[in-house]
T-cell receptor
Framework: GQQVMQIPQYQHVQEGEDFTTYCNSSTTLSNIQWYKQRPGGHPVFLIQLVKSGEVKKQKRLTFQFGEAKKNSSLHITATQTTDVGTYFC??????????FGTGTKLQVIP | DAGITQSPRHKVTETGTPVTLRCHQTENHRYMYWYRQDPGHGLRLIHYSYGVKDTDKGEVSDGYSVSRSKTEDFLLTLESATSSQTSVYFCATQGQDNSYEQYFGPGTRLTVT
């Protein structure tokens, strides 16, 4: 079946440093989504990428979908303490079935 | 946030007992999902529904069953709970066929002793 891996599993950064998490799928995806989960909370949708090579930005967050539609990345510029949480990618291959990545837990040190 | 509630929010039960978790939504969303979240595994799909009485299995469906008799309610049942089913369970909904954004409920923390 479809597998979606994320690296790194954990990341500690100093506030103001950049952060990147990578998502890799074993199969080609029709689209990919990113979610953020704050400690003790539930996942919250951030963005969806559909097109090969697509790049989208949300303030300090930059999302990219690979040319082969099998990988994606999320980059945060100049992290803030409000960025703390776990970031998940979620790849959709077949009809309505989505596979979540293992997540990257971000800790920001003030 | 979408109007999604889960009940109970916390439950401790003994091995071998049946357990039912409820997800209720007020958004009239067509699609509903049950996930479990465990450290190191992210979110894994248990079952999902694409309409009333229409359900399908996810990647970790063994030991779980679901029912959806009304649009707003999606029930997850553990017929005979095992310690390996100790987890946090999230319900999610999705509104439109071409919008894949999922809205998550607050989660249910289940402990099987």
């Amino acid at each position: 079946g479809q597998q979606v891996m994320q690296i790194p599993q954990y990341q500690h950064v100093q506030e103001g440093e950049d952060f990147t998490t990578y998502c890799n799928s074993s199969t080609t995806l029709s689209n990919i989504q990113w979610y953020k989960q704050r400690p003790g909370g539930h996942p919250v949708f951030l963005i969806q990428l559909v097109k090969s090579g697509e790049v989208k930005k949300q303030k300090r967050l930059t999302f990219q979908f690979g040319e082969a539609k099998k990988n994606s990345s999320l980059h945060i510029t100049a992290t803030q303490t409000t960025d703390v949480g776990t970031y998940f990618c979620a790849g959709r291959g077949g009809y309505q079935k989505v596979t979540f990545g293992t997540g990257t837990k971000l800790q920001v040190i003030p | 946030d979408a109007g999604i509630t889960q009940s109970p929010r916390h439950k401790v039960t003994e091995t071998g007992t049946p357990v039912t978790l409820r997800c209720h939504q007020t958004e009239n969303h067509r699609y509903m999902y049950w996930y479990r979240q465990d450290p190191g595994h992210g979110l894994r799909l248990i079952h999902y529904s694409y309409g009333v009485k229409d359900t399908d299995k996810g990647e970790v469906s063994d030991g779980y069953s679901v029912s959806r008799s009304k649009t707003e309610d999606f029930l997850l049942t553990l017929e005979s709970a095992t310690s390996s089913q100790t987890s946090v369970y999230f319900c999610a909904t999705q509104g439109q066929d071409n919008s894949y954004e999922q809205y998550f409920g607050p989660g249910t923390r289940l402990t099987v002793t």
